[in-house]
């Protein structure tokens, strides 16, 4: 079983519609959450880290359940150029990130 | 610099070929990692630098691979006679204290684009 995991998509979605992202881990002592946008052939970028009380950015809400070991991406409101992959990455004891495999979003006119 | 910067962002080497690949992080930025990232994964960890020191390379997949960064600041990955299986995009990243640390952005280079024919 991969340390984090997400559902790999891909997700087409109207203009407008609200979509959600979810991502398990495995490691039960990891401390730092983060997501992640990738455009094509480009490198991630940090969208937002992720803390316990959950947090908004605009039309991004992210949000972080310890108990079940998921995180949560909620995007309101899609715009095109919403399109990309996003990556959540968790950071245990170690020093690096472990990221997911990617979920794939395209928003359609 | 404005970002981290990595070349050649194209290379196509010949298998058993060795190959260097360059990365020139954030002036100042402490931290550097290595991640190789294949065609519709997330990027996996190769390697971490804290100024000089390798502190860990748990994440290189075999003794053909090697980094190093000498003076703490520019670091190169190399892999020695390449395999098919070797051809990814290799990712360098790095963050302005040591990694781990509260609020610690890492900021990712556009990656370096290795085939291996």
């Known amino acids: 079983r991969k340390e984090v995991e997400q559902d790999p998509g891909p997700f087409n979605v109207p203009e407008g519609a609200t979509v959600a992202f979810n991502c398990t881990y495995s490691?039960?002592?990891?401390?730092?959450f983060f997501w992640y946008r990738q455009d094509c052939r480009k490198e991630p970028k940090l969208l937002m880290s992720?803390?316990?009380s959950g947090n908004e950015d605009g039309r991004f809400t992210a949000q972080l359940n310890r108990a079940s070991q998921y995180i949560s991406l909620l995007i309101r409101d899609s715009k095109l150029s919403d399109s990309a992959t996003y990556l959540c990455?968790?950071?245990?004891?170690?020093?690096?990130?472990?990221f997911g495999s990617g979920t794939q979003l395209t928003v359609l006119p | 610099g404005a970002g981290v910067s990595q070349s050649p962002r194209y290379k196509v080497a010949k298998r058993g070929q060795d190959v260097a690949l360059r990365c020139d992080p954030i002036?100042?930025?402490?931290?550097l990692f290595w991640y190789q990232q294949a065609l519709g994964q997330g990027p996996e960890f190769l390697t971490y630098?804290?100024?000089?020191?390798?502190?860990?390379k748990s994440g290189l997949p075999s003794d053909r691979f090697f980094a190093e960064r000498p003076e703490g600041s520019v670091s190169t990955l190399k892999i020695q006679r390449t395999q098919q299986e070797d051809s990814a995009v290799y990712l360098c990243?790095?963050?302005?204290?040591?990694?781990?640390?509260?609020?610690?952005?890492?900021?990712f280079g556009e990656g370096s684009w290795l085939t291996v024919v």
């Open positions: 990243a790095s963050s302005l204290v040591f990694a781990g640390a509260s609020g610690n952005t890492i900021y």
């Open positions: 992720v803390y316990s």
């Open positions: 990455a968790v950071r245990g004891s170690a020093r690096q990130l472990t």
């Open positions: 630098f804290q100024n000089e020191a390798q502190l860990d």
């Open positions: 490691n039960s002592a990891s401390q730092s």
């Open positions: 002036s100042g930025h402490v931290s």
